[in-house]
């Protein structure tokens, strides 16, 4: 029996190494693992560059006037309060404070017209507006006898009205507020007595509808020129211009709280804990109507301790920047492993099944060619937005994939097969991200026909010895 020479052994090895198919698909789940740390660092640098965007809205913001939110008016009326308090031999003084009792209106109708306006700093966008805001409220006579106090102990000349105002630097011009016939005088205040809530913290550019929520009480305080319960007026109106950034929210105070917004922005999100009754939304602007009655959210019409809570129940429009390139490449990329492997499939396929052989570092250039996609689509998105951006770097790619595949696949027809694979898997991603609402039934429907299809190519595969009959 003749012996193998160790040389003989040492070339049946080599040539088993490179023709094993097991061998080949353990080197392609390398590849693709490897190629996971570039694509995590283009995601990383989507991410980074979405952060930037919000940084520069935030600075935009900051110099211009923030998120706004608007509650009242709220009626305060002072009175007196008395303590007797016993002293040494049977002697006794009276003290005297003052408290306030808080009312709120019967009735609160705001009508409000938003002039949108998109402010660019560098390749970035941000959206503020400027309001013409016209609020009207209807108190009733306020019953100091079911509040335990005595009518002749109330001040009617410190009576005043507050209304909440997230950032008093949006107010763009002064506020008219009138009470009957007569027109009130108005001055900011960072302490009203109430505490008022302030959406500070929803992003304008993402999906995420998670509000952080932290208590003011800036605004304006309206002193009321009374003398007595015979000056008591139920009608109050308020005319304000008002500048803000991205959102504009109302409280809704009211017994029954009306509110009629309108403007020329095509792109609202109607955010809250209140949804329209009625809204219209066309290119040309859109229109929303809210109605909110008392016993929606639970708020006393009257009580007399101060900083009584009136957040959590806001409700109103966010203005949506129309193109939200970054979110559709972040999920882009989500899909950039399925589509490498896809990719690497797909060779490996040719070459078992066409006799091709396909060596490692042509999987990595064209795995790296696969990575620096989503490189080209964040940069161009940034100037062209998402569509056209993923046209042209689809089409790069695809065009420079084919090319290269030119050096090992002889054949035209392969080349060309192969090539229009990468083109469809590009295109079937791309419906996925627009048809957002059938994402994941589409995806799921793609994947099992491509399965389907693998596995009908390779039916005539004989895997344990590298063959195809």
């Given at each position: 029996?003749?012996?193998?020479?160790?040389?003989?052994?040492?070339?049946?090895?080599n040539?088993?190494?490179?023709?094993?198919?097991?061998i080949k698909?353990?080197s392609?789940?390398?590849?693709?693992?490897?190629?996971?740390?570039?694509s995590?660092w283009?995601?990383?640098?989507?991410?980074?560059?979405q952060?930037?965007?919000?940084?520069?809205?935030?600075?935009?913001?900051?110099?211009w006037s923030?998120?706004?939110?608007i509650?009242?008016?709220?009626?305060?009326?002072?009175f007196?309060?008395?303590?007797r308090?016993?002293k040494?031999?049977?002697?006794?003084e009276?003290?005297?404070?003052?408290e306030?009792?808080?009312?709120?209106?019967?009735?609160?109708?705001?009508?409000?017209?938003?002039?949108?306006?998109?402010?660019r700093?560098?390749?970035?966008?941000?959206?503020?507006?400027?309001?013409?805001?016209?609020?009207?409220?209807?108190?009733a006579?306020?019953?100091?006898?079911a509040?335990?106090?005595?009518?002749?102990?109330?001040?009617?000349t410190?009576?005043h009205?507050?209304t909440?105002?997230?950032d008093?630097?949006?107010?763009?011009?002064n506020?008219?507020?009138?009470?009957?016939?007569?027109?009130?005088?108005?001055?900011?205040?960072?302490?009203?007595?109430?505490?008022?809530?302030?959406?500070?913290?929803?992003?304008?550019?993402?999906?995420?509808?998670?509000?952080?929520?932290?208590?003011?009480?800036?605004?304006?305080?309206?002193?009321?020129?009374?003398?007595?319960?015979?000056?008591?007026?139920?009608?109050?109106?308020?005319?304000?211009p008002?500048?803000?950034?991205?959102?504009?929210?109302?409280?809704?105070l009211?017994?029954?709280?009306?509110?009629?917004i309108?403007?020329?922005w095509?792109?609202?999100?109607f955010?809250?804990?209140?949804?329209?009754?009625?809204?219209?939304?066309?290119?040309?602007?859109?229109?929303?109507?809210?109605?909110v009655?008392?016993y929606?959210?639970?708020?006393?019409?009257?009580?007399?301790?101060?900083?009584e809570?009136?957040?959590?129940?806001?409700?109103?429009?966010?203005?949506l920047?129309?193109?939200?390139?970054?979110?559709?490449?972040i999920?882009?990329?989500?899909?950039g492993?399925?589509?490498?492997?896809?990719?690497?499939?797909?060779?490996?396929?040719v070459?078992?099944?066409?006799?091709v052989?396909?060596h490692?570092?042509?999987?990595?250039?064209i795995g790296?060619?696969?990575?620096?996609?989503?490189?080209?689509?964040?940069?161009?998105?940034e100037?062209?937005?998402?569509?056209?951006?993923?046209?042209?770097?689809?089409?790069?790619?695809v065009v420079?994939?084919?090319l290269?595949a030119?050096?090992?696949?002889?054949?035209?027809?392969?080349?060309?097969?192969?090539?229009?694979v990468?083109?469809?898997?590009?295109g079937?991603?791309?419906?996925?991200?627009?048809?957002?609402?059938?994402?994941?039934?589409?995806?799921?429907?793609?994947?099992?026909?491509?399965?389907?299809?693998?596995?009908?190519?390779?039916?005539?595969?004989?895997?344990y010895?590298?063959?195809?009959?």
């Open positions: 029996m003749q012996t193998e020479s160790p040389q003989s052994l040492i070339d049946r090895l040539r088993w190494l490179r023709e094993s198919v097991t698909l353990a392609i789940g390398f590849l693709v693992l490897l190629l996971l740390i570039p995590s283009v995601s990383q640098l989507m991410e980074e560059r952060h930037r965007a919000d940084e520069v809205m935030a600075e935009v913001a900051q110099k923030g998120n706004q939110t509650s009242g008016p709220v009626l305060i009326i002072p007196k309060r008395r303590e308090v016993e040494e031999n049977k002697q006794f009276i003290r005297e404070w003052t306030s009792t808080y009312f709120l209106p019967e009735s609160l109708q705001i009508d409000g017209k938003i002039d949108p306006e998109k402010l700093r560098g390749i970035f966008d941000a959206v503020v507006y400027k309001a013409a805001l016209n609020l009207k409220a209807q108190f006579a306020p019953d100091f006898v509040l335990g106090i005595d009518p002749a102990d109330v001040v009617w410190e009576a009205l507050i909440g105002i997230t008093l630097r949006g107010i763009s011009d506020p008219t507020m009138t009470s009957g016939d007569k027109t009130l005088a108005g001055e900011p205040s960072n302490n009203l007595g109430v505490q008022f809530a302030n959406n500070i913290a929803r992003p304008a550019n993402t999906y995420d509808d998670n509000v952080q929520v932290r208590r003011q009480s800036t605004g304006i305080i309206s002193k009321l020129a009374w003398q007595s319960a015979a000056d008591f007026q139920t009608d109050v109106s308020m005319s304000l008002l500048k803000g950034s991205s959102q504009l929210y109302f409280s809704p009211g017994k029954s709280t009306s509110v009629k309108s403007s020329t095509a792109n609202p999100s955010d809250g804990d209140f949804l329209p009754i009625d809204r219209k939304v066309t290119e040309a602007g859109f229109t929303a109507d809210w109605k009655l008392h929606n959210r639970p708020f006393s019409q009257q009580w007399l301790t101060d900083n809570p009136l957040d959590g129940y806001d409700f109103g429009v966010r203005l920047i129309p193109v939200d390139q970054y979110q559709k490449s999920r882009t990329a989500k899909y492993v399925l589509l490498i492997l896809l990719t690497f499939i797909s060779l490996f396929m070459e078992i099944m066409k006799g052989r396909i490692p570092f042509q999987y990595i250039l790296a060619a696969l990575v620096i996609y989503y490189s080209l689509l964040l940069s161009f998105s100037h062209l937005g998402y569509n056209w951006a993923y046209l042209v770097s689809s089409v790069a790619t420079l994939v084919g290269y030119t050096t090992f696949l002889s054949s035209r027809a392969v080349n060309g097969l192969f090539t229009g990468l083109a469809f898997f590009y079937f991603i791309f419906v996925i991200i627009q048809l957002q609402d059938y994402s994941l039934l589409l995806g799921s429907i793609g994947l099992f026909l491509i399965v389907a299809i693998l596995m009908y190519a390779s039916r005539r595969v004989r895997w010895n590298d063959s195809v009959h």
